[in-house]
């Protein structure tokens, strides 16, 4: 029970600040914080990924390439170009590195507008910070593991953030139904994205790029939308209108 429920919390808290700050506020900046509020939810990025820390500054220019060129030659991850799901992640880490090395001279209209705290970066993106994170994970599991099969979950915690990234790439523009023809292939993969925190509502998302509520349709629920509305009026954030 005791790995059950560490396994849900890293889930899905690591995937509540990959689509809160580095989505959709670090790529798309749905809203804007004070200082203080964003260098906590930053600093909680950092724990809550863990060993799969994502550098939102990598991140930002991907993701914004992504929506440019979106399920085209130029677009870093999508589906229609990989034979399958572990090429297309390879594919995406190394777009990632260029763009956390500063190999790669990004677009200027991709550039700018992008939260970065130098300090958090350069640890979580460290080996070191990875293999703490990786050893602690390993210590909860022989302390509280019960069954043998509990072990295969491990690995998921080591890389989490990707293959969340993959999940929302791979099944995000292949699968599912289409609301809109926004000139790619991105779909709504289901109507009732629990377990992706709105993340499958791609085909919506990549038509109101800006719009903090990834649902459109009334039978349609994005799980983040309303605690974003709640931060909202407690002045935590502020949202701005979708354009």
Not at 58 to 63: D, G, S
Not at 94 to 103: I, N
Not at 106 to 132: C, H, K, M, Q, Y
Request: a positive charge.
């Amino acid at each position: 029970m005791y790995i059950l429920i560490f396994f849900l919390a890293h889930w899905f808290l690591s995937l509540f600040f990959q689509t809160f700050f580095l989505h959709r506020y670090a790529s798309h900046k749905m809203f804007t914080t004070s200082r203080v509020f964003e260098r906590i939810i930053y600093l909680l990025d950092y724990i809550c990924l863990g060993s799969s820390f994502l550098n939102p500054r990598a991140y930002a220019l991907m993701h914004r390439e992504h929506h440019a060129y979106s399920d085209t030659e130029k677009d870093p991850h999508s589906p229609h170009f990989f034979t399958d799901v572990f090429q297309l992640m390879w594919a995406t880490v190394l777009t990632y590195g260029d763009h956390l090395k500063r190999l790669k001279e990004p677009e200027s209209r991709f550039t700018g507008n992008i939260p970065e705290w130098p300090l958090i970066d350069r640890i979580g993106s460290s080996i070191a910070s990875r293999i703490v994170f990786g050893l602690l994970y390993t210590w909860y599991y022989v302390a509280f593991a019960t069954e043998w099969w509990m072990y295969l979950l491990l690995p998921i915690h080591f890389l989490m953030g990707p293959i969340h990234g993959a999940i929302v790439n791979w099944c995000g523009h292949k699968y599912g139904y289409a609301n809109f023809d926004n000139n790619d292939k991105s779909k709504n993969s289901t109507p009732f994205d629990f377990l992706m925190l709105g993340e499958l509502f791609q085909n919506n998302h990549h038509k109101h790029p800006n719009s903090a509520n990834f649902a459109k349709r009334w039978f349609e629920i994005d799980p983040v939308y309303p605690i974003m509305k709640v931060m909202h009026w407690v002045r935590l954030i502020k949202l701005r209108k979708a354009v």
